[in-house]
């Protein structure tokens, strides 16, 4: 079992900067992958960004790469998301999520996590 908590979302204006955090309890947190994903109001869950159990492998959505950093500390069990340069686009609901498969390789599919967290709300105000 794990659980996942995000904090750090907020209104920001065109421009601003957030940090996005995601603390995890229960299972070995340093072997699996993390991801983040978002929901915008009106439209489906999508990718933004993973991050391998090793930080090995890093994977992107095209429209956040350059302003967006994933990160994580395994020894506090919290993975980051950095979002620079926001855009009014940005505005969503924004979810960490665990894929819990033995040190796999960062997968974009929400249907491989297995975990996720409770969503944070993020708005970009023009």
């Known amino acids: 079992q794990v659980q996942l908590v995000e904090s750090g979302g907020g209104v920001v204006q065109t421009g601003g900067s957030l940090r996005l955090s995601c603390a995890a309890s229960?299972?070995?947190?340093?072997?699996?992958?993390m991801g983040w994903f978002r929901q915008a109001p009106g439209k489906e869950r999508e990718f933004v960004a993973a991050i391998s159990w090793s930080a090995g492998s890093i994977d992107y959505a095209e429209s956040v790469k350059g302003r967006f950093t994933i990160s994580r500390d395994n020894a506090k069990k919290t993975v980051y998301l950095a979002m620079n340069s926001l855009k009014p686009d940005d505005t969503a609901v924004y979810y960490c999520a665990a894929d819990l498969t033995l040190k796999r390789p960062v997968v974009t599919r929400p249907q491989a996590y297995d975990y996720w967290g409770q969503g944070t709300q993020v708005t970009v105000s023009s």
């Open positions: 229960g299972r070995s947190f340093s072997t699996y992958a």
